[in-house]
Structures are given as C-alpha cells and as structure tokens.
C-alpha cells in the first residue's frame, strides 16, 4: 500500500488537500483556496462596468479592441493608434485610455515615469479578469 505524502502540495499554495472518512472509505479533495475570490473579484467586475459590458455585447468598442491590441503585447498610444488608422491620438482614443486606467483594467508599463520615451500600455490582471467575463457571457 503507498503512502500519500502531503508535503509535495507545497508545489501548489493555491490547492488546499483535504480528506475525510466516508464509512469504510476515504474522499480525497483538492481545493483551489482563491476560486471564491476569483468568483467576487469577476462579478464586483462585471457589476462595475455593467455599461461597457451591455455596450460590448452588441458590438466592438474602442475598449474591447485596445484590449484586443494589448493581449498581444504591451503597446504605445502611437501604436494603439497606427492599429485603428488613426493620422493622430485623437481625444476618445486618450479619453478611452485614460478610462480603462481609472478602472485599472491597464497600466503604463513605466509608472514612475509617465513621460518616458519607452511608455506602453499593458492589461492588468483586473483587465485579464474583465476578458474573462466578456468571453463568458458570449459563450
């Protein structure tokens, strides 16, 4: 008979091993200790930008298609721009930008620095979450 040794889930933080005894057996569980949070984080998400969402749902905006953008790579707003031929950065692609970072959806890649040369846009793990919640209520 092999004995289980717990100790490799340190592999896994995020996996809790329980176990019990059910009659003459035993029921072993693996639980993923931030689902629950993950499951909060996703629907305080989606009841925050329900407007982007509903607005989302029935066509492209700018929002979705930056992200489309920033999936790829971090970006510059000059890039953002040659992606939507645009001849400039016009004030609703700033003014979109500028949202999405209020809601923390992206982040300049040099925050202390918001002037930098090398500046990009890149999705924050709000924004990979928000991603998520879009695909699922397309699904």
Do not use: D
């Not at 008979?1 to 072993?28: A, T």
């Not at 689902?35 to 700018?62: D, F, M, N, P, R």
């Not at 979109?96 to 982040?107: F, G, R, S």
């Amino acid at each position: 008979m092999q004995k289980w040794n717990v100790h490799v889930l340190k592999e896994y933080p995020n996996i809790e091993f329980r176990w019990k005894e059910v009659g003459l057996s035993f029921q072993v569980q693996f639980v993923k200790l931030n689902y629950i949070v993950e499951q909060q984080h996703q629907q305080e998400l989606g009841q925050e930008l329900g407007q982007e969402l509903s607005q989302e749902q029935k066509e492209k905006t700018l929002f979705s298609l930056i992200f489309k953008h920033l999936q790829v790579r971090p970006q510059s707003r000059n890039e953002l721009k040659e992606a939507f031929g645009l001849k400039k950065v016009s004030g609703y692609l700033n003014r979109t930008i500028i949202k999405l970072q209020l809601y923390n959806l992206i982040e300049q890649t040099i925050p202390k620095n918001l002037n930098h040369p090398s500046q990009m846009l890149r999705i924050t793990e709000r924004g990979v979450n928000l991603i998520q919640l879009v695909e699922q209520r397309h699904k």
